[in-house]
T-cell receptor, first 114, second 110 residues
Framework: SAVISQKPSRDICQRGTSLTIQCQVD?????MFWYRQQPGQSLTLIAT?????????ESGFVIDKFPISRPNLTFSTLTVSNMSPEDSSIYLC???????????FGQGTRLTVV | DAKTTQPTSMDCAEGRAANLPCNHS???????VYWYRQIHSQGPQYIIH???NNETNEMASLIITEDRKSSTLILPHATLRDTAVYYC???????????FGSGTKLNVKP
């Protein structure tokens, strides 16, 4: 398994501002992903974080709103830009590891936009 | 795109077996069935996965029908701590994206 550290664990932000969420993993990572979970809903895949290149976004998500970086194998950031109350969600980092087929998830960042 | 159908919610008495069904009638030959659960306010937790044979581990058993169009996750002796949302996901093993459906809310009652 893997230890996935997400920071911050929660935050309350003003509308119009941006928040950067960090994801750090302690193991050999093959792939990293970012998910959003809106209140009372299931998880929705935002994008795949690619090392050293632009992330691959799912339909309905764009780089201007959710810029993602992955400077090395074990670290990634997700920025939620120009936030509105509709961005209030839990954002989760997920990874797959070398030699494993399952995905592992962080505990998430609970974001509230006021 | 979620390719599974699950009941919205189920109840189970503590100590009894919990049987959670999942329909995946359009599953492809190279797609595995994965099960995850999400306990309130935590990240999803991997439970088990399989291709066509039944699988068992320390957490649960996975029964896949012969035509692979449906499966059942079995928690043999449910406890209150098993109360969670359970997600059934189909995925090609070497294609690492996981798409979540709506899941089943399992309520384990004393």
């Amino acid at each position: 398994s893997a230890v996935i550290s997400q920071k911050p664990s929660r935050d309350i932000c003003q509308r119009g501002t941006s928040l950067t969420i960090q994801c750090q993993v302690d193991s050999q990572v093959t792939m990293m992903f970012w998910y959003r979970q809106q209140p009372g809903q299931s998880l929705t895949l935002i994008a795949t974080a690619n090392q050293g290149s632009e992330a691959t976004y799912e339909s309905g998500f764009v780089i201007d709103k959710f810029p993602i970086s992955r400077p090395n194998l074990t670290f990634s950031t997700l920025t939620v830009s120009n936030m509105s109350p509709e961005d209030s969600s839990i954002y989760l980092c997920s990874v797959t590891l070398r030699g494993n087929t399952e995905a592992f998830f962080g505990q998430g960042t609970r974001l509230t936009v006021v | 795109d979620a390719k599974t159908t699950q009941p919205t919610s189920m109840d189970c008495a503590e100590g009894r077996a919990a049987n959670l069904p999942c329909n995946h009638s359009t599953i492809s030959g190279n797609e595995y069935v994965y099960w995850y659960r999400q306990i309130h306010s935590q990240g999803p937790q991997y439970i088990i996965h399989g291709l066509k044979n039944n699988e068992t581990n320390e957490m649960a058993s996975l029964i896949i029908t012969e035509d692979r169009k449906s499966s059942t996750l079995i928690l043999p002796h449910a406890t209150l701590r098993d109360t969670a949302v359970y997600y059934c996901i189909v995925r090609v093993a070497n294609f690492n994206k996981f798409y979540f459906g709506s899941g089943t809310k399992l309520n384990v009652k004393p």
